[in-house]
């Protein structure tokens, strides 16, 4: 007995199986690799921002004409393994990109991505520019200068000789290579976020200008890193401005040494500079430094005493005093300890 093989299909079915297969491979490539076209200025600056959703990048790429059909971009993500493979970052998208060229470049690149950076309690601009050099990989000089801009600071509504007091304390996440003045502003908003119109009245009430309280706030965060001590070094400060004493803060001629922190000598306390509160009444001209909110909190609320002196205790915090002598007593006590 013997066994017939026939064909499951036909020579014709076989053929139009081909042409479908073909034609379902050519229709694949087309829709993977033919350029997408959009019409606006070249090449797009898209940002996706930290903790976005695919869909949220699908959607607005959709809305600017760069990804024509979401369904098949989400699609062709989800067999490539992108949906959660692309980063926070600044992307520059050139015109006639692929659905796989575009995702290769979310993935991985060329892009500036989202940084951490952090401004602590006290730093000032010069310190600053080194930061968002390392960190942000910007210009340091182009930073510094632009910080320093008249008609840039004037663009902000601030008519100050620097934007030093004015960058904010607290952590952000930034893009790297970001333009100086876009990063200025974001910290400078940063700050007019938390001067709220309560800490405004309050500096009306005390008869300061916001500039002043920046100053004051600089100068306690220079005298002291310790929270608890703010209030009662700003009571000091306010004490000895409310009597008309100098002020004969350390930190404002420190602020002059082009080296850096050193210790002081009685002739740096005689440079002539009007930043020099040893030798001149009243509030430097400008911040000396980029104070905290902490800082910013106890120049506004400065704690209520008889002190108007006082120096280090050689434990990382101070001795107070109400009168000369008793302060030049704690002075001996400091000094003995640093000669140990």
């Not at 290769?104 to 952090?118: C, E, K």
Request: proline share 4%; aromatic share 14%; no cysteine.
């Amino acid at each position: 007995m013997t066994n017939k093989k026939t064909n499951i299909l036909t020579k014709n079915q076989w053929i139009f199986v081909f042409l479908v297969f073909v034609t379902l491979i050519l229709s694949g490539y087309y829709v993977l690799y033919s350029p997408n076209n959009y019409h606006l200025e070249q090449p797009l600056i898209f940002e996706i921002k930290s903790g976005e959703s695919f869909q949220s990048v699908t959607d607005r790429l959709n809305s600017l004409g760069i990804v024509p059909n979401k369904t098949v971009f989400r699609i062709v993500a989800f067999v490539y393994g992108a949906e959660t493979k692309v980063k926070a970052a600044r992307f520059k998208i050139e015109n006639g990109l692929s659905y796989l060229d575009l995702l290769d470049l979310l993935i991985f690149g060329p892009a500036d991505y989202l940084r951490s950076i952090r401004i602590n309690d006290g730093q000032t601009i010069k310190w600053l520019s080194g930061k968002v050099r390392r960190d942000l990989r910007m210009d340091s000089t182009a930073f510094y200068q632009k910080a320093h801009d008249k008609e840039f600071i004037a663009s902000l509504g601030l008519d100050v000789p620097s934007l030093e007091g004015y960058l904010f304390s607290k952590s952000y996440q930034i893009y790297e290579r970001s333009d100086p003045e876009e990063v200025l502003k974001i910290f400078y908003d940063a700050l007019k976020e938390f001067w709220t119109d309560t800490l405004q009245q309050r500096a009306d009430s005390i008869k300061l200008s916001m500039h002043q309280v920046l100053t004051l706030a600089s100068i306690i965060k220079g005298e002291t890193n310790e929270i608890d001590e703010m209030p009662r070094i700003s009571g000091v400060y306010h004490n000895r401005l409310r009597k008309g004493m100098k002020l004969q803060a350390d930190p404002t001629v420190q602020y002059l040494m082009k080296n850096g922190w050193k210790r002081l000598t009685y002739q740096d306390l005689n440079i002539d500079s009007p930043y020099n509160t040893y030798r001149y009444f009243g509030l430097p001209p400008a911040p000396i430094n980029n104070p905290g909110a902490n800082a910013i909190l106890a120049a506004l609320y400065p704690e209520k005493h008889d002190y108007y002196f006082f120096v280090a205790d050689g434990k990382g915090k101070h001795k107070f005093a109400k009168n000369y002598s008793e302060h030049l007593k704690n002075v001996r006590e400091y000094r003995k300890w640093l000669s140990q």
